[in-house]
């Protein structure tokens, strides 16, 4: 296994230099790893970087040729815990020890009632029950399948920039054509869909819940309306945060109406905003809220957690499947609840945003293509545009970055409808010298990439 070369950070990141980096990333093992993977892997899995995993710790992660990096992609925010928390590998490996899998409704576990009776103490509803999926989009089809029943109505109403999955209702309701969808119909039907508010290009939060009043006179009476499905932060649109205003104006909507409010949290979940939960910012009790990503560390889990009466109301057996609520995965889940309590990390998220914010703020003065900063919490990103008038998307730019800092031993996610933002899913568990060096190494690539 190739080793690489330790080299000196240039500039002020020095001495709290701790990566190992390389600029000829893919190494040969990771090459040679990747050029199979061509031959046998379907191609649409595409890889963002050209570096293979050996091994994860905390916010690190060590490529089969040993190098470490900064890991802010963190399994697109699973991993708040960090890669390979111990108490929940612990956790993990002794419920794999006892046993991995009946199928719940053929013979339940404890381990699935207990996470569940976690989660309702923890979400922000009244009288909650909860129920278990594996991926993010599998709990956003589900949320609608409970959405649904209660309501007996078929539509949904989702947002421009939402993303939430891609099997086909979930897809239907993404928003993103490339490369999501284009290709991929036809979608499932009664989907309809309006702008999310963005303070940085419009529309604001009254244009943009005028449109959502206006939709139910222009394009589906409010009354065959089931769920409005919002993200308070949305991930993949580019970590726009829903105003205030706007999340009181959905509520409002959904109470006049008798819609379901869905709140997907599957990005913004498990401590990333400051909260244990991205709608207790809000002070707005939603219907359902869907949970995916950091709730088991990356293992396959998903929930969905809402009112008793919109649980309740499927028919018996139109709620489940072979592998929901995964016994090991649930175990991690609840080693994680416990993680995310001892180790204080909606503080540490809070603190780890304050510390990225002022400086992306300070890039955002230095250099005019970081046309906005904006996120919750940890939940941060910076928008590169071409020029700070014209606010025209500069996605070439944005991956100019990520190649750079990537180089450099820091993993950077690109987001955003036009892939020109650039956000932070850093593992909350991150240290303060961690955090300082990521920013040093994030700031010589933003340096690099302009200047190139
Ligand atoms: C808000 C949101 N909802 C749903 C999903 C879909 O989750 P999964 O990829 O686990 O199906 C995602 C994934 O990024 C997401 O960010």
């Not at 690190?60 to 960090?82: A, E, H, K, Y």
């Not at 205030?244 to 104006?249: C, P, R, S």
């Not at 070439?396 to 993993?411: C, F, P």
Request: net charge negative; hydrophobic share 45%; proline share 5%.
């Amino acid at each position: 296994m190739h080793k690489a070369d330790r080299c000196a950070i240039v500039g002020s990141m020095a001495t709290t230099k701790t990566i190992d980096i390389r600029t000829d990333i893919p190494g040969p093992r990771s090459r040679e790893i990747i050029e199979r993977k061509q031959r046998v892997v379907a191609d649409p899995l595409s890889l963002t970087f050209p570096i293979v995993i050996e091994r994860g710790e905390g916010a690190r992660l060590t490529d089969v040729d040993g190098n470490t990096f900064i890991d802010f992609s963190g399994g697109v925010g699973c991993l708040n815990v960090g890669h390979s928390h111990p108490r929940v590998v612990e956790a993990a490996q002794e419920q794999l020890e006892r046993f991995s899998h009946t199928d719940f409704t053929i013979v339940p576990y404890e381990v699935y009632v207990r996470l569940a009776e976690r989660l309702c103490e923890l979400a922000p509803i009244a009288n909650a029950k909860a129920s278990f999926f594996n991926a993010g989009t599998e709990a956003v089809e589900n949320a609608i399948k409970f959405a649904r029943s209660y309501t007996k109505r078929p539509a949904v109403i989702a947002f421009e920039g939402g993303f939430h999955g891609r099997t086909l209702l979930a897809l239907s309701m993404t928003s993103k054509t490339h490369p999501y969808k284009a290709g991929l119909g036809p979608f499932a039907p009664e989907v309809y869909r309006v702008p999310f508010p963005n303070d940085y290009r419009g529309p604001s939060a009254q244009e943009a819940l005028a449109a959502l009043e206006r939709a139910l006179v222009t394009q589906v009476a409010a009354e065959t309306v089931a769920a409005i499905v919002v993200e308070p932060v949305q991930g993949e649109g580019g970590f726009l945060v829903a105003p205030q205003e706007f999340m009181d104006g959905a509520r409002r909507l959904c109470d006049e109406h008798g819609i379901v409010m869905v709140v997907d949290e599957v990005q913004t979940g498990f401590a990333r905003t400051g909260k244990f939960l991205a709608i207790e910012h809000y002070g707005v009790e939603p219907d359902l809220i869907t949970v995916a990503k950091s709730i088991a560390m990356g293992l396959p889990l998903s929930g969905v957690i809402g009112k008793a009466e919109i649980m309740d109301a499927p028919g018996d057996s139109a709620i489940g499947g072979t592998y929901v609520g995964n016994p090991v995965a649930q175990a991690a889940g609840l080693a994680v609840l416990d993680v995310i309590a001892d180790e204080n990390l909606c503080a540490r998220a809070t603190a780890i945003g304050d510390q990225l914010r002022e400086r992306m703020l300070a890039w955002q003065e230095r250099f005019e293509r970081v046309g906005n900063v904006r996120g919750l919490g940890a939940m941060l990103a910076i928008e590169l545009v071409e020029d700070a008038e014209s606010k025209e998307p500069a996605a070439e730019l944005a991956s100019a970055v990520t190649d750079e800092a990537a180089k450099r031993g820091l993993l950077l996610l690109k987001s955003g409808i036009y892939s020109n933002c650039i956000r932070v899913l850093t593992p909350l568990t991150l240290s303060d010298p961690e955090l300082e060096e990521a920013l040093g190494v994030w700031e010589e690539a933003l340096e690099a990439a302009l200047s190139g």
